[in-house]
């Protein structure tokens, strides 16, 4: 099993730029989320889904866009890049909801200028 | 809001010592806690959990308290070794997972 993916490792974007970060998990997960790890702040919840078709809002959902269209895939859409949005971004999942043991991907390298 | 803090941002203790890792949360519907270590360049990989009907949960080296009424819960790791040298977050859900800002240990040869 690869368990999470996520490409791509390292982006740079200009401001206004548009991107989809790709996240994808091979062990039948139901919930997936994902988060942003800034500097002092930990990780924070953007966006998550508790099964295909179903997606809520986290804690910073602003700016980002999510989909779930299968189970294995969960892309994050950044619809107009700025600055602020410069972070490393994880991917995870679990089978046991959100109290369940979360698995997560390698993380991207988002930096805007 | 941080809903879950982690007071302290770094740790540094002997090898073969105790490491002491705290957290506090302030959302009493939390419901499960989890602690996670992360290496540089790499994701966060689980550790040990705790349910909230529990005081106490034991892994091996590693033992998570939680005491309710203060709204706080801690990671012990006996003894430590090098190779615990990591960041530490700790996680705490209800309806969605919410995360500390982290505590690097570092653990001394």
């Known amino acids: 099993n690869a368990g999470v993916t996520q490409t791509p490792k390292f982006q740079v974007l200009k401001t206004g730029q548009s991107m989809t970060l790709q996240c994808a998990q091979d062990?039948?997960?139901?919930?997936m989320s994902w988060y942003r790890q800034d500097p002092g702040m930990g990780l924070r919840l953007i966006h998550y889904?508790?099964?295909?078709?179903?997606?809520d809002q986290g804690e910073v959902p602003n700016g980002y866009n999510v989909s779930r269209s299968t189970t294995e895939d969960f892309p994050l859409r950044l619809l107009s890049a700025a600055p602020s949005q410069t972070s490393v971004y994880f991917c995870?999942?679990?089978?046991?909801?959100?109290?369940?043991?979360?698995?997560f991907g390698p993380g991207t390298r988002l930096t805007v200028l | 809001d941080q809903q879950v803090k982690q007071n302290s941002p770094s740790l540094s203790v002997q090898e073969g010592r105790i490491s002491i890792l705290n957290c506090d949360y302030t959302?009493?519907?939390?419901?499960?806690f989890l602690w996670y270590k992360k290496y540089p360049a790499e994701g966060p990989t689980f550790l040990i959990s705790?349910?909230?009907?529990?005081d106490k949960n034991e892994d091996g080296r590693f033992t998570v308290f939680l005491n309710k009424s203060a709204k706080h819960l801690s990671l012990h790791i006996v003894p430590s070794q090098p190779g615990d040298s990591a960041v530490y977050f700790c996680?705490?859900?209800?309806?969605?997972?919410?995360f500390g800002a982290g505590t690097r240990l570092t653990v001394k040869p």
């Open positions: 959302n009493s519907m939390f419901d499960y």
């Open positions: 705790i349910s909230s009907i529990k």
């Open positions: 889904s508790v099964g295909a078709g179903i997606t």
């Open positions: 995870a999942s679990s089978s046991g909801g959100s109290s369940g043991e979360q698995f």
């Open positions: 062990m039948n997960h139901e919930y």
């Open positions: 996680a705490a859900s209800e309806r969605d997972m919410r």
